[in-house]
Nanobody, 116 residues
Framework: QVQVVESGGGLVQAGGSLRLSCAAS????????MGWYRQAPGKQRELVAE???????NYADSVKGRFTISRANARNTVFLQMDSLKPEDTAVYYC??????????WGQGTQVTISS
């Protein structure tokens, strides 16, 4: 059974930090990348950061210099270190695991709330 589980969300004040974790299990296909997306109320889901197995990373302009994505050695775990958080970072954060053949798996999401 495929599971993609996020953790680490919560409520922090503006300027604070949070670290999100995501672990994927039960995936038979080769994982080609993992990433984080977020969706704020009334808005579309958007890319926050992604990491490919080729060692490439990509960040949304709004988080560059504040967020850092990293992968564990096992390659089925991804982290998102979020610093200098702003109220506009408030959203549900989702982990996406991409596999060969274009099959993606999503987690259930973790709420991040930044108070001003």
């Amino acid at each position: 059974q495929v599971q993609v589980v996020e953790s680490g969300g919560g409520l922090v004040q503006a300027g604070g930090s949070l670290r999100l974790s995501c672990a994927a299990s039960g995936i038979i296909r080769r994982i080609t990348g993992m990433g984080w997306y977020r969706q704020a109320p009334g808005k579309q889901r958007e890319l926050v950061a992604e990491s490919t197995d080729a060692g490439l990373t990509n960040y949304a302009d709004s988080v560059k210099g504040r967020f850092t994505i990293s992968r564990a050695n096992a390659r089925n775990t991804v982290f998102l270190q979020m610093d200098s958080l702003k109220p506009e970072d408030t959203a549900v954060y989702y982990c996406k695991t991409s596999t060969i053949g274009g099959v993606d798996y999503w987690g259930q999401g973790t709420q991040v709330t930044i108070s001003s």
